[in-house]
């Protein structure tokens, strides 16, 4: 298969045109269009409100840089209101055909190394995802430049006996799009995020062990999450010209990396500074981002967001654990110096301060809440 089944779909071809797919990886890529869809040209990018560094083990033991399509999908729930509503794991080509005919479009995830339209068929196994529209259409946004040629957002028409031979053993998921539920301010979270993750960064550029192609794979996600970021600024008025050095600045270390990989002539400890100067980069920017944004009284509910978030990180329990505490003093590993870091974390998001705090305040969710609303008009 090649570029020759390559269509124009009334649907989907706008939505490919407009989508920032050089800022996204091959699964948020369609997510976005997907999005685009329920929501309108442009509703992708608040994929790129978050500036985070996560990462999780390896395989080696090594931290990496989380990109999973788990990960991916629970952020595109929080800010996109995506929800997977069913799922259907290890299914082929054939049974995929009947079920975007009872369903519609379905957003699958296969191996690359059978998908006949991408540079990686025959080369690489690697997970990558597509949009099956319907049971003969593929819809891929995927924007990338391989060793074996470029990828590029398209649909592509599939025969019966095409698609049946390309997917033996994929993950199919439903996706629904509900109302998202309201934040609070995201250029706050971000700095109380990235300022958290000052440890994770030390810990990370300790533990690397050379240039691998796990690092260079980082170094280009955490560039297109740049991006992405700067993007979503701009889109919403906010445009900034040190998000904007700041991401080139992380394609150029991308590259980098790239090539002193692959060529051993740039030493690795450059590409491994530099690196640890872009992290140390993003955080004082997104506290910077932070530190300029307006003051805007908070809804109730954004209040309440704030609140739940930062009882759930510093705790380190979940929404329902908190939400079946009748008293603060109730919750799991909840002490007067956690209380603390709790205020602050929700005086730092919603930016405000409380000053008089009573002990009535302190009592529960509710009265937190309430306290902060006062203060938030």
Same mark, same amino acid.
């Given at each position: 298969m090649n570029n020759d089944t390559q269509t124009y779909d009334?649907?989907?071809? +706008?939505?490919? @045109?407009?989508?920032?797919?050089?800022?996204?990886?091959? =699964?948020?890529?369609?997510?976005? =269009?997907?999005?685009? &869809?329920?929501?309108?040209?442009?509703?992708?990018?608040? %994929?790129? #409100?978050?500036? &985070?560094?996560?990462? @999780?083990? *390896?395989?080696? *033991?090594?931290?990496?840089?989380?990109?999973? /399509? +788990?990960?991916?999908?629970?952020?595109?729930?929080?800010?996109?209101?995506?929800?997977?509503?069913?799922?259907?794991?290890?299914?082929? *080509?054939?049974?995929? &055909? &009947?079920?975007?005919?009872?369903?519609?479009?379905? !957003?699958? /995830?296969? $191996?690359?190394?059978? %998908?006949?339209?991408?540079? !990686?068929? *025959?080369?690489?196994?690697?997970?990558?995802?597509?949009?099956?529209?319907? #049971?003969?259409?593929?819809?891929?946004? !995927?924007? $990338?430049?391989? +060793?074996?040629? #470029?990828?590029?957002?398209?649909?592509?028409?599939?025969?019966?006996?095409?698609?049946?031979?390309?997917v033996s053993s994929a993950?199919?998921?439903?996706?629904?799009?509900?109302?998202?539920?309201?934040?609070?301010?995201?250029l706050a979270a971000n700095a109380c995020a990235m300022a958290d993750a000052v440890s994770s960064i030390e810990a990370y550029l300790a533990a690397q062990r050379g240039l691998s192609d796990q690092l260079v794979l980082d170094v280009w996600l955490l560039s297109r999450s740049r991006l992405l970021h700067a993007a979503w600024l701009a889109h919403h008025g906010r445009p900034s010209t040190a998000m904007d050095e700041q991401a080139q600045a992380w394609l150029t270390l991308a590259s980098q990396a790239y090539v002193a990989r692959r060529r051993a002539r740039t030493p690795h400890a450059t590409v491994l500074d530099e690196l640890g100067r872009l992290l140390g980069e993003d955080v004082a920017i997104a506290s910077r981002l932070a530190a300029m944004e307006p003051a805007v009284p908070a809804s109730a509910d954004a209040v309440r967001a704030a609140v739940l978030l930062a009882v759930q990180e510093v705790l380190h329990i979940d929404e329902p654990t908190v939400l079946a505490a009748r008293t603060l003093r109730a919750l799991p590993n909840y002490n007067s110096f956690r209380l603390v870091d709790i205020i602050e974390r929700v005086e730092t998001r919603l930016n405000v301060?409380?000053?008089? %705090?009573?002990? @009535?305040?302190?009592?529960?969710?509710d009265s937190l809440c309430a306290a902060f609303a006062g203060r938030s008009r």
């Open positions: 009334r649907v989907w071809s +706008p939505l490919l @045109e407009t989508v920032r797919a050089n800022a996204l990886d091959c =699964v948020q890529a369609n997510l976005a =269009v997907v999005a685009d &869809r329920h929501a309108g040209a442009g509703a992708h990018l608040e %994929l790129g #409100s978050t500036l &985070r560094f996560d990462t @999780e083990p *390896g395989p080696d *033991g090594v931290p990496r840089v989380v990109s999973s /399509v +788990p990960y991916r999908l629970a952020a595109a729930h929080d800010v996109l209101g995506l929800r997977v509503s069913q799922r259907w794991d290890g299914i082929g *080509g054939g049974q995929l &055909r &009947r079920l975007v005919a009872d369903t519609g479009p379905l !957003y699958v /995830v296969a $191996d690359a190394y059978t %998908l006949g339209w991408t540079p !990686y068929a *025959g080369r690489q196994h690697t997970d990558h995802t597509f949009i099956l529209s319907t #049971s003969d259409s593929v819809v891929d946004a !995927y924007h $990338d430049e391989t +060793p074996w040629g #470029s990828c590029r957002p398209g649909v592509w028409r599939l025969s019966t006996a095409e698609l049946d031979a390309m993950t199919a998921l439903l996706l629904a799009a509900e109302p998202v539920t309201a934040r609070p301010s995201p301060e409380l000053d008089d %705090l009573t002990p @009535e305040a302190l009592r529960d969710i």
